[in-house]
């Protein structure tokens, strides 16, 4: 069965902490992405990669193909990056552009 | 652009009435997504279109739903008759290309009395 896991499933932090939420998958990919997803309900996407590491302001995410492992950090965090984050891949043997979701991880960052 | 437009933000409707929801996509982009989100079980594809054809609509919970994509600007999801479990948040989402980084809309709130 191809599923996605995050972990951990909450997470509180003071604000100025290094954070980082964790995503592993079952077999192989051709990509994952990573959206955030705020109270009021918008859904932003983040990153899409497919190996090695990105960075976006704060945000750095990385994976291992290898391992079927991702992680996304937040540097210096701030109570607006407060939100909901979940990780979606794409599995390689999926024909088409079907995404398949975690479950999300809800981040509390306090001031 | 003002980014992928969907309409109502929040519909409340009886049980047993016909619901539409709206998407307007970004211009240009050639995929358009359905997908739900419940709190049972999270964000869920229902359908995807590539050039206005839908190509994998496994996702759609059964005959009740529909969705049309009839020209690159506009795409409507439908419920018919709409149950309480059909109360979510529906998101549609565009990109160019498929494999690519998708922009979500807003989200409509359905709520089923």
């Known amino acids: 069965k191809n599923e996605v896991e995050q972990s951990p499933q909450n997470l509180t932090a003071q604000e100025g902490e290094f954070i980082t939420i964790n995503c592993s998958y079952s077999?192989?990919?051709?990509?994952l992405h990573w959206l955030q997803q705020h109270p009021g309900g918008g859904i932003v996407s983040l990153f899409m990669?497919?190996?090695g590491k990105k960075k976006h302001g704060r945000l750095i995410a990385t994976i291992n193909i290898q391992e079927k492992h991702s992680s996304l950090h937040i540097t210096a965090s701030h109570p607006r990056d407060s939100a909901v984050y979940i990780c979606?891949?794409?599995?390689?043997?999926?024909?088409?552009?079907?995404?398949?979701f975690g479950e999300g991880t809800q981040l509390t960052v306090n001031p | 652009d003002a980014g992928v437009i969907q309409s109502p933000r929040h519909e409340v409707t009886e049980m047993g009435q016909e619901v539409t929801l709206r998407c307007k996509p970004i211009?240009?982009?050639?995929?358009l997504f359905w997908y739900r989100q419940t709190m049972m079980r999270g964000l869920e594809l229902l359908i995807y279109?590539?050039?206005?054809?839908?190509?994998?609509d496994s996702g759609m919970p059964e005959d009740r739903f529909s969705a049309k994509m009839p020209n690159a600007s506009f795409s409507t999801l439908k419920i018919q008759p709409s149950e309480p479990r059909d109360s979510a948040v529906y998101f549609c989402?565009?990109?160019?290309?498929?494999?690519?980084?998708?922009?979500f809309g807003q989200g409509t709130r359905l709520t089923v009395v």
């Open positions: 989402a565009s990109s160019f290309g498929g494999a690519t980084e998708a922009f």
């Open positions: 077999v192989g990919i051709s990509a």
């Open positions: 990669l497919s190996s």
């Open positions: 979606a891949v794409r599995f390689a043997e999926t024909s088409g552009s079907r995404l398949t």
């Open positions: 211009s240009g982009h050639d995929y």
């Open positions: 279109f590539n050039n206005n054809v839908p190509i994998d």
